[in-house]
């Protein structure tokens, strides 16, 4: 069976093969130790019965040792295949009595005694043979008028017989987890098959499936419930990647249908100004009308610009903190639209709190945010409509909210305000170069610099409010922040 470690079936398998042989082979020797045990326990019981018969063997008469085995009876009871060493020896003097003929003269070991207990030791006799021996001191039959004299007796017995068993057990065993390893592993591999089917099956569809204009997901229809998740998750990201493809294509779209109008513009009014000729006034408002459709193209290829700069994560850097004051930033970013707002018959009324302390900010974006706030109100504000803009400091967040006359927006459709090239009505008037991405750009950049702006609706104003948070500047440290912000009105002038 080949094993592939970096396949997810290789791995199981590996993991199962290598647990299996490390749980059999920890059982095997467990199973072998016990057998071991219980073998040699048998074998040492045999051999201390053994010995019980020979010490019946030995008599003592008048202090003469007599032995009942001659080579009849010894031919009986010893096996000579696997023979029993015997021998006797006087206590304490240690003097010779007697030896089975298996030991052909040779002297089995004195082993130190305790008693009348049982003594069991391994040795290896004649230089080559492993044997087990067992001693022990005891009283042979004697005359009653005799002095009891202790004998010692050792017997000695070939351990090949008992090694070649545990042998064979140990053998049993190997053989016996060789074959439940394969068999297991064989199973284990058709389980492992079955069960991971379902992962090259999602596997062959993501392959097969197409990233751009797809309606098609991916689907496993009885597959095991871990893997249920990973396909909603698969089908969440398949949804995600068409809206973005969707939203690009979109933006790709609307970003060439905003350029190609003034460009047509451009075009037309210079074929007009070719086509016959004309005087020096007519030339100068052709050319002026071609400079005011230029902006227009300028400003919706910066916007494009920055919205892309800031979606990679690249633009905040490239503005600095600086000092700035929410009155006099305010009054900046309302000179573009002031003349606009004349034209258009609005009504601005302003609100602000004055702040006890300048904050650090990154100005150049701010800026850019209440610049497109203003240029969508003035835009969008029905002629003769209503402008509020309010701000205040609190501690050092910004808080500012540019309200203006609602040209028919539902609350269903603000949210929506700041989709870029979304327009409620392309055709109310007012919205001269607005490219439909001011209120893009600036959730965009509120939410780069940690800010929030959001929509709603107020009786029959739309509102637009923003708040930014910043840190105090060196000056202004000392400075405790006022509890209540004096009132001003700033009201700025025709050309400020």
């Known amino acids: 069976m080949k094993l592939q470690p970096k396949s997810l079936q290789g791995r199981l398998l590996l993991g199962i093969f290598a647990s299996l042989t490390l749980t059999l082979s920890l059982g095997g020797l467990v199973v072998y130790r016990v057998v071991d045990s219980h073998l040699r326990e048998e074998f ?45 020896w006087f206590l304490p003097q240690g003097r010779f009595i007697s030896r089975s003929p298996g030991l052909k003269g040779s002297d089995l070991p004195r082993v130190a005694l305790a008693g009348d207990q049982a003594v069991f030791s391994d040795l290896v006799l004649f230089g080559h043979t492993p044997v087990r021996m067992v001693s022990r001191q005891v009283i042979p039959v004697q005359d009653p008028t005799d002095v009891p004299i202790p004998v010692h007796i050792a017997l000695a017995r070939h351990t090949t017989s008992l090694q070649a068993a545990l042998d064979e057990v140990g053998w049993f065993l190997v053989k016996t987890a060789a074959l439940t390893v394969a068999a297991l592993m064989l199973a284990a591999r058709w389980i492992i098959r079955r069960g991971v089917r379902p992962v090259a099956a999602l596997a062959g569809q993501i392959e097969a499936m197409p990233l751009v204009d797809s309606a098609a997901r991916f689907g496993l229809p009885g597959a095991p419930s871990e893997l249920q998740p990973v396909v909603g998750r698969l089908n969440a990201l398949m949804d995600r990647v068409g809206a973005a493809i969707e939203h690009e294509r979109m933006f790709t779209s609307n970003a060439a249908h905003e350029l190609r109008n003034p460009l047509a513009a451009i075009r037309s009014r210079v074929e007009l100004a070719l086509s016959r000729s004309r ?47 929410l009155p006099k930033l305010l009054r900046k970013a309302w000179r573009p639209v002031f003349e606009r707002a004349e034209e258009r018959q609005l009504k601005v009324t302003w609100q602000v709190l004055e702040p006890e302390a300048d904050l650090l900010l990154p100005t ?63 055709n109310v008037g007012g919205h001269r170069g607005n490219a439909g991405i001011g209120l893009a750009l600036v959730r965009r950049i509120m939410d780069t610099v940690g800010g929030r702006v959001d929509a709603n609706l107020d009786g029959g104003m739309v509102v637009y409010e923003l708040s930014v948070e910043g840190a105090r500047s060196a000056a202004g440290l000392a400075a405790p922040p006022a509890e209540k912000p004096r009132q001003v009105s700033v009201v700025p002038a025709h050309n400020p």
């Open 364 to 426: 150049a974006l701010i800026e850019i945010v209440l610049r497109n706030l203003f240029d969508n109100a003035v835009s969008y504000s029905p002629v003769g409509g209503h402008i509020a803009i309010s701000a205040s400091q609190v501690g050092c967040t910004w808080h500012i909210a540019v309200a203006n006359s609602n040209p028919g927006l539902a609350a269903a459709d603000l949210e929506r305000t700041f989709s870029p090239f979304w327009r409620f009505d392309p």
């Open 279 to 325: 005087s020096a006034e007519e030339y100068e408002e052709t050319l002026e009308g071609i400079l005011d459709s230029q902006n227009g193209m300028q400003r919706v290829v910066d916007h494009l610009l920055l919205l892309a700069r800031l979606e990679s994560g690249h633009a905040v850097s490239e503005f600095a903190h600086e000092v700035a004051s």
């Open 44 to 88: 040492d019981f045999a051999l201390e019965e053994k010995l019980r018969f020979y010490e019946t063997t030995l008599a003592i008469r008048q202090g003469i040792p007599k032995w009942k085995m001659g080579q009849a009876e010894w031919a009986r009871v010893s096996d000579p295949a696997n023979p029993d060493y015997v021998e006797f």
